[in-house]
Structure formats: C-alpha cells, structure tokens
C-alpha cells in the first residue's frame, strides 16, 4: 500500500512525533510505501525521518495547494493524519476522496483548551464542545505555545467546523475506552472509531528492578502543570516511609517545582535530575520500587505507564482520563481518586512498606501488558485497518460507477460524468 502521513512537525519531539516515526518505520520495513506531508522541521532526528519517510512535502505558503499537490504526485492508497490543525489541509484532504484515518493523539480536535481541563480550577472538564466552551469556559483565549504575545484568539466556529469535517473520515483512531467516549460526546459515529493503543515495545526481559531498600520513588515525564508534579511533591509530603524520589524530565513548571520542594522541606530526598535519554531510564528501573504518575489533566492513555509495566513495576497514579484502562487498582497499581494527596501518599506507603506486594503488582502489570498490548500485534492491526479502508471506499466508489453507467444507458446522464468519484 501507499500510506501518506500528515504530520504537523517534522522530526523527533514528544509522543505523536514518536508514535508516527514508529508506526511509519514498522509498515515499511513490511513493504508499504510511506511519504509524508509536513510541517515545519523539529531539528531532532530528521535525518532519521528522512530515511523512514522515502518522499517528503512539506506544507509552505498555500497549504491547500500543497495538500492537493502531494495528493497528486503520490497518489496514496490511504492518508494517516496525525496532528494537524490546519483546517486548509484537512478540507482539501476530506475533499479529495481519499480513504482518510485519523490517530487522535490528544484532545486538540474537540476541546479549545486542547486539554479538557481547567487551568485556574484543574477541574476535569466532561462536557461535549458548545458554545458553553467560548462563553462559560472562556476558552476563546488560550495559552499561546507558538512563541509572540502569551494569549491567542480561538475561534468557536473554526473549532466546530474542524469537528465536522473530522467526523467525515473513514476511522478515527484512538488509544483508550476514555478517548473514544470523548468522541462519541462529539457526535462521532461509533462504527468509525477503533482503539489502538499506541503499544511500546517489548522491554529488556533481564532487567527487573531490586526493590531495594532505597526505596526509589520514579517519576519520568514532562514537568508541565497538567502533569501535577506539584501535586506529587505534596502528596510525597504525606509520605510516612523514608525514600528517595528521582524527577526526570523538564518543562515551565520545573523552577516553581523546585522552590516547592525545598518549602516542603523535600529537597533531600527529591532529586530533579532534567531530561535523559531513553536508554538511560533502564538505570533507574533497576532499584525503582514504584513509578508515581502524577497527571490531574485528563491523560489519553499516559504511555510511560504500559512502558514501565514492561518492566514488572508497580505504578500509583490519580484516575485521570484514560489511565484507568491499563491500572487496576490493586492489581497493577494503585489508582486513586483524583487529586486525592492522602489516598495517593497511601498507595506510595503500601508498596514501599511492603515490597512482596511491590513485586507481586509489578508481575501483574508485565502480565497484563504482554498479554493486552503486543506491538507486533499493534501494528497488523493498523495494517489490516488501512487495508480495509481502502477496500471500502474503492468498493463504494465502484458502486458508484455502476449506478451512473445503469443511468447513462438510459440517457440519464452523459458520457463524460462516468469517472472514479472523489
């Protein structure tokens, strides 16, 4: 098949970066031919994407003009847009005809905020976008991440026009129970939605973690305030166990947690340690005894989750989103209420406190994602996806022609209208 990615970056940068480089490298090295239509260059591993990605367009000047152009030159079977927000290309994109799946990474295509929750208040919003949305959120004005002035105008309509037009594609992909309910808040059709959960893959079977008496608290992520890493710092507060906890990862939110820790009398035993590569995490799973997920914004998935459960290590987080679809509580994990301090410092003191129970989660949560979440099994199940959609829309374009032949011979309509649909 030829697959055409829409991507709005190019190159490495955070987890949809990552999840399209993946999928694109896997359907590849199957003999599936994958081009991708772009936005700006991220400047991390684009050499990398380039060898993924054997034909590249980039989206300058017209973006409509450069959509419908990469959809000439390449012809693809299928197109798998990823983030994009540029309702220019996904118009000419719906107009096309081409059989059109969507990976829903976030919350960015029905929420103005793009994160369904409130900054001031850090309420869970669970409402369906309307007009509530510009009026009773505010959410006309958000939070500008492009750099210049720190606010942006949203507009209402742009964002019910990109819903509408987002609901006219073939299958709308999502990673969890949580994320397909949001879009059936929405007014998705049902039959277009599929889960797929962006899968890891399989961690270093010889690596399991000593649970030593350092009793190693782990939190590895983005320090972002949706992330809650302040809320973590005031729930370690509670904490009656000695331990030491690692902070990896950076973001705006890292000084204010910072100056935090210390008024919480935590700088001993909180240690930030910034952003380090991938491979370097393994160190730390070696004597981690419980990975603490913090998100009080309403996580997707959180695949740093299905990633350290790889693992055997147990995870306590706040029920947030769609983490409930991969943390029982007590069985991998603790899941507690959300933004509950005490209940989560309870969950940290249960595992450090007993480390039998620790292990025992921690095989249960490695069992539970070997058996639910199989990357090799993850990606035929996008194939087989494509595949479909292909064959549907080519099936009902062939229909199509049929019934304008029938009326042709009856003089209904003339020669020339009999094309392929698009």
């Not at 370097?280 to 070696?286: D, H, I, N, P, S």
Request: hydrophobic letters at 40%; charged letters at 25%.
């Amino acid at each position: 098949m030829k697959l055409l990615y829409v991507h709005e970056r190019f190159g490495a940068l955070a987890g949809a970066e990552a999840n399209a480089f993946i999928t694109a490298e896997q359907l590849g090295q199957r003999g599936h031919d994958i081009a991708i239509l772009h936005g700006p260059g991220t400047g991390k591993n684009e050499d990398g994407w380039r060898k993924v990605f054997k034909q590249q367009f980039a989206l300058e000047g017209d973006t409509a003009a450069r959509t419908r152009a990469a959809l000439a030159a390449f012809k693809p079977d299928a197109v798998y847009v990823h983030k994009m927000a540029d309702l220019k290309v996904i118009q000419a994109l719906v107009d096309s005809g081409t059989p059109l799946v969507r990976m829903v990474h976030d919350h960015d295509i029905y929420c103005m905020r793009s994160y369904k929750y409130d900054y001031f208040t850090r309420k869970i919003c669970t409402r369906a976008a309307s007009l509530y949305c510009a009026i009773g959120c505010g959410a006309c004005v958000v939070k500008n991440n492009g750099g210049g002035f720190p606010l942006k105008y949203v507009s209402y309509r742009e964002k019910k026009r990109e819903i509408a037009l987002n609901r006219r594609f073939d299958r709308m992909v999502v990673v969890t129970e949580y994320m397909r309910d949001e879009l059936l808040n929405n007014g998705f059709d049902a039959k277009r939605i599929e889960i797929h959960a962006p899968v890891p893959r399989m961690g270093d079977p010889t690596l399991r973690s000593s649970f030593s008496d350092r009793n190693l608290i782990l939190y590895a992520g983005q320090i972002i305030r949706g992330k809650g890493v302040d809320v973590l710092l005031e729930s370690l507060a509670k904490v009656k166990s000695n331990f030491e906890c690692i902070i990896l990862g950076d973001g705006n939110h890292k000084a204010y947690c910072e100056e935090l820790s210390r008024k919480l009398g935590l700088a001993d035993r909180v240690h930030f340690k910034g952003f380090i590569p991938q491979e370097e995490l393994k160190a730390y799973y070696r004597e981690c005894s419980v990975v603490a997920l913090s998100s009080v914004w309403p996580e997707p998935i959180a695949t740093i989750g299905l990633e350290v459960m790889r693992y055997a290590l147990p995870v306590v987080a706040f029920d947030a989103g769609g983490i409930k679809d991969w943390l029982i509580d007590g069985h991998n994990g603790h899941l507690v209420p959300w933004m509950d301090r005490a209940a989560f410092a309870a969950g940290i003191d249960d595992l450090l406190q007993n480390k039998a129970k620790a292990r025992e989660l921690g095989q249960n949560g490695l069992k539970l994602v070997s058996e639910r979440y199989d990357f090799e099994g993850y990606i035929s199940d996008l194939e087989l996806m494509f595949q479909q959609v292909a064959v549907a829309r080519l099936s009902k374009a062939e229909i199509e022609v049929s019934r304008l032949k029938k009326k042709a011979k009856h003089g209904e309509v003339d020669q020339e209208t009999l094309v392929l649909p698009q």
